[in-house]
């Protein structure tokens, strides 16, 4: 088991280009989460998604969008990256998206937009 | 709406000694409470966690009880080892929340 796979692990973009992050998971979950991670403030979600095929907006969705292309993959686009989007993302899988689960975690992007 | 505060770092400890980290939190409802650790350039485990008030968490050597009266879930560890330098975060998510709600992280330091 591979659980949670990031890709590509470290990525340094231009103001503008664009880059989709690939998410993945193998342990059959139904729910999978996008969240950024900045310094002094702990995770944000950006978008979940609670089945394959629907996907909703987080906490801080500007700037972002996202595919559930079936139900291990989960994808976050940026169209037009911004120095503001530098930051670490993390991919997180749980099984149904009830309160007391627990979510697992990916290893991370780190993403530098200059 | 939901959020959690937890004691700034960096902590830095001699190895044996005993770690708190405290963790309040305010939230609608009875959330469920989670400890997650982050090892240098690797992403979030679960380290443990409580689902209803006096639960007590445990995961090794770590201990954490959801005091609802007092809204916090304090982690604890009675011996740390240099192995347990990471990051910790708290973190809580209610029942009308889909996304967890993250403190913000304490660096903890272990020196030999």
């Known amino acids: 088991n591979a659980g949670v796979t990031q890709t590509p692990k470290f990525q340094v973009l231009k103001t503008g280009q664009s880059m989709t992050l690939q998410c993945a998971q193998d342990m059959n979950h139904n729910s999978m989460y996008w969240y950024r991670q900045d310094p002094g403030m702990g995770l944000r979600l950006i978008y979940y998604?609670?089945?394959?095929?629907?996907?909703d907006k987080g906490e801080v969705p500007n700037g972002y969008n996202v595919s559930r292309l079936n139900k291990r993959e989960f994808s976050l686009r940026l169209e037009s990256a911004a120095p503001s989007q530098t930051s670490v993302y993390f991919c997180?899988?749980?099984?149904?998206?009830?309160?007391?689960?627990?979510?697992?975690f990916g290893p991370g992007t780190r993403l530098l937009v200059l | 709406g939901d959020s959690v505060t937890q004691m700034e770092g960096p902590v830095t400890l001699s190895e044996e000694a005993f770690l708190t980290i405290n963790c309040t939190y305010t939230?609608?409802?009875?959330?469920?409470l989670f400890w997650y650790v982050q090892y240098p350039g690797e992403g979030l485990q679960l380290l443990l966690k409580a689902t209803k008030a006096d639960d007590k968490g445990s995961n090794k050597g770590f201990e954490a009880t959801y005091r609802k009266e007092t809204t916090s879930f304090h982690l604890e560890k009675g011996s740390v080892q240099v192995s347990d330098s990471a990051v910790y975060f708290c973190?809580?998510?209610?029942?009308?929340?889909?996304?967890?709600?993250f403190g913000s992280g304490t660096q903890l330091t272990v020196l030999p």
């Open positions: 939230a609608t409802g009875y959330p469920s």
């Open positions: 998604s609670a089945s394959e095929g629907t996907t």
């Open positions: 973190a809580l998510r209610s029942s009308s929340a889909r996304q967890l709600t």
């Open positions: 997180a899988s749980s099984e149904d998206g009830i309160t007391q689960e627990t979510q697992y």
